[in-house]
């Protein structure tokens, strides 16, 4: 059974820094895309930034460039989200997902879901 475990959330000022992880376990089908969403309520999940397997292929949201890195260690099976000069429209949840695909850039292509965990920026 995959499971991902988020963490690294919180609550941080305007212009602040958060670095996100996301650690997998149980995944037995060999080469995996990761990729890190965000949801506020009412509204639907959004891509923030998508890694292939190798890391050779990075997709990031328009919102993001510049700001935030994705990045990943195979060896630890962990996936990471650096978020520089937060905005207060970064405020969301934060979902780490794990596709069966070794290039993901859409919701539909990401098969298994973190739990979320929650970013607060403040104004």
């Known amino acids: 059974q995959v499971q991902l475990t988020e963490s690294g959330g919180g609550l941080v000022q305007a212009g602040g820094s958060l670095r996100l992880s996301c650690t997998t376990f149980?995944?037995?089908?060999?080469?995996?895309?990761m990729g890190w969403f965000r949801q506020v309520p009412g509204k639907d999940r959004d891509l923030v930034a998508a890694?292939?397997?190798?890391?050779?292929?990075?997709f990031y949201a328009d919102s993001v460039k510049g700001r935030f890195t994705i990045s990943r260690d195979n060896a630890k099976k962990t996936g990471y989200l650096q978020m520089n000069n937060l905005k207060h429209e970064d405020t969301a949840e934060y979902y780490c997902?794990?596709?069966?695909?070794?290039?993901?850039?859409?919701?539909?292509?990401?098969?298994?879901w973190g739990q979320g965990t929650q970013v607060t920026v403040s104004s």
């Open positions: 890694i292939s397997w190798t890391g050779g292929s990075i």
């Open positions: 149980g995944v037995t089908f060999g080469g995996f895309a």
């Open positions: 997902a794990v596709s069966r695909l070794l290039i993901a850039d859409t919701v539909q292509k990401f098969d298994y």
